[in-house]
């Protein structure tokens, strides 16, 4: 299946005036994940800041296409592929991106990667390669194999930007880092992510799944997996009950967890305090509907929903993983506590119940997204570091654009020394 044909450049194309991007995006597909997504955002808003963005996906899941933002349909291209390296999507990404000639090609996480990596080699081009690594740990001895075999793709990638300088350091020790390294933290629209929500919106969102005004609703995103240790929230919510504080928990997100999440929570006889939402487009009048977040993930880089609670100025309790402590100050605009450690989880929740307490810290947490973790600040970040890594590649094509006789015109596309 292959989204729009391929692209064509003008003759304005060829010269480089002023700095700009030519960028072409790789991700594994468009599936639901937080890769994929904060890929799509940054292509979307360097688009809209006049840059030329591309994407490419290597399996055919499109569930997040109709989010893609960019100049055409011919922008976004599929490489179906069947294989774990597929030599027929392999060979469409290599000229896909002769024929682009992108300054910079930039890869989410590593399977993407290798293809970028052999997709440019064939096309002989010098692009700017670059990764950006969304992973906390290694999980299994399959996973170690991979990165084993990942790690010379790394150090041959001009820059690999991960989201949490924890998860940086990780890496680091492990050998997978690139010729430079950088930290760019994952950002929320906070225009988007502002609480506007009405008393009687956010009470008709509870009665939706049997909830009163009166509950202390407790709110998590994300797929229902294993690893996002959802369940612990059932555990907490029925020792919350038990010490009668009137706990409920919303998950907003669905998942291959949710039957035996569900069965959990009959087991603890809270299964009318436990409702899950499937998934939903638009998560912010059901965050907003909550009263407190929970992150009680096992090993998670940089939860993307525990900020967009906090621009919601939502206090989040937050398992002490990946980059939590780099978002969030205990007793300041949240809370962390030891991963599966149920009964810390409680008691801050237990705290959270003080009105007063939620609303100083939901305040806080709204002033350190706005400080730190904007979506304007991430797309300027990148923006500035993808001109800095691309200055000497267009410095090299523009040499090559004035010694090559072209009798006016722009070099033939057929050229590629680049």
Known sequence: MSHGS???????????????????FVTDSLAYGGAEKQTITLMNRLASRGHECHAAYIKENHALLDRVRLRSESAVRCLSAEHYLDRSALADLAALIANLRPNAIVAANPYPLLYAMFARRLARTRATMVVTYHSAKVNGPREFLQRLLYRPLFWMTDCAIFVCDRQRRYWWRRGLLAKRNVVIYDGVDTDKFTDTTTREHRAATRRMFGFAESDFLIGAIGDLRKEKNQIQLVAAVERLRRAGVPARALLIGDGAQRTAIEARARECGVARDIAVTGFVHDVRPFLAACDVFAVCDLHDTMSLGALEAMALRKPVVHSNVGGAGE???????????????TTALVEHLARLTNPDDRQSIGAHARGVVEKRFSEQRMIESYESLLLKLTARFDARHRKEYMRTPHNGGPVESGSRRS
């Open 327 to 341: 978002m969030i100050h205990p007793g300041y605009n949240g809370f962390l506590f030891r991963a599966n450690d």
């Open 6 to 24: 391929q692209f064509a450049l003008s003759a304005s194309d060829e010269r480089p005036t002023s700095p700009m991007l030519r960028a072409l």
